[in-house]
């Protein structure tokens, strides 16, 4: 008895010191690291910036970044990826605006552009499905089409509704902008679909093995499709908080946030294989690059130098998260 009580304590010792090897080893702990190192050295340059009132401005300043990248998450770890979601989000909010300035109500009107959304959304989804083209082909494509017809809608001119729908960008509840609440239920929302529900494991399991997941019965072009469209509901949203928070809209005002929700995606671990990845871990890359921004801009760094900084960004935080599987 004694002999197997000791061999239940070394087995669970080595479980523990395994866990406990994973989490320092984990690229949520290198963030959380990272993100505390430049903290203090922003906070020693600027007193100001370790303040609650900066934090609620860099999360605000980052919502729109965050529901994009919860989409973006959500297609990588499904195997699927989405380059339009940026010119999507401007092109959703270019038709809210025309429809706020023709006199539609903000009810019609939030309904009318989040179905058009859904339906972008399940566009992708059924080409991607049905063609079995890459994803990165398709949706690069359709985002020259999205920036294309926001641009003939708009006539090439930014349209401005100034005063005309703010709570979704600027207003309160107490102390917290509404924008954050929404960013963070739909984080919420994300994290439960994928660990609690058949349908999150059925798109892990694609992510990981399409092939695999259709002989097991799954039927892959189906949850493609969905996933596509869902993305594209919740990518509507955040056009919407994008024009709410910018009071106007260019075409082209969703352009860069692809590549910035793919940044931030890869910097918290999610993979192009699929099947894995932490949206906790995307959290706090949306978290480190908004932060990054923020201190850039007290410290009065370039906006091109910025640029050239988020790229380095996404080639080390591949490589990081490929040490893993080059190790095995």
């Known amino acids: 008895m004694s002999n197997n009580k000791n061999i239940n304590q070394d087995s669970t010792e080595k479980i523990s010191i395994g866990r406990r090897l994973s989490f320092l080893n984990s690229q949520i702990t290198y963030l959380i690291l990272v993100i505390i190192i430049v903290g203090i050295i922003a906070t020693a340059l600027n007193p100001n910036f370790l303040t609650l009132r900066n934090f609620f401005n860099i999360m605000q300043q980052v919502s729109v970044l965050g529901i994009l990248t919860m989409c973006m998450s959500l297609l990588m770890i499904s195997g699927g990826l989405d380059i339009s979601i940026g010119n999507m989000a401007g092109l959703v909010a270019m038709i809210f605006a025309k429809m706020l300035i023709a006199g539609k109500g903000i009810p019609i009107s939030v309904i009318t552009v989040l179905a058009i959304a859904l339906i972008l959304g399940f566009i992708n989804g059924l080409i991607i499905a049905k063609s079995k083209v890459t994803p990165l082909i398709i949706t690069l494509g359709m985002n020259y089409v999205f920036l294309g017809v926001a641009l003939i809608i708009g006539g090439g001119r930014p349209q401005t509704i100034t005063g005309q729908f703010e709570f979704l960008g600027e207003a309160k509840i107490g102390p917290v902008p509404v924008s954050i609440i929404i960013y ?38 189906w949850h493609i499709i969905s996933i596509y469209a869902l993305s594209g509901l919740i990518v509507g949203l955040a056009g919407l908080v994008l024009v709410s928070r910018l009071g106007m809209v260019r075409a082209d005002s969703g352009s ?31 978290l480190l690059l908004g932060i990054l921004y923020n201190a850039m801009n007290i410290i009065g760094v370039n906006s091109y130098v910025q640029t050239i900084i988020l ?18």
């Open 311 to 328: 790229g380095a960004i996404i080639v080390v935080a591949t490589v990081v998260s490929n040490i893993g599987k080059m190790r095995r």
């Open 256 to 286: 860069d946030f692809a590549l910035q929700a793919l940044a931030a995606a890869i910097i918290g671990g999610i993979t192009f294989e699929g099947g894995r990845g932490s949206l906790v871990g995307a959290f706090f890359g949306v």
């Open 184 to 221: 963070l239920l739909i984080l919420l929302f994300a994290f439960f679909l994928r660990k609690n529900t058949k349908y999150g494991r059925r798109l892990n399991a694609i992510g990981g093995n399409t092939q695999a997941a259709f002989l097991s019965g799954i039927n892959v072009d």
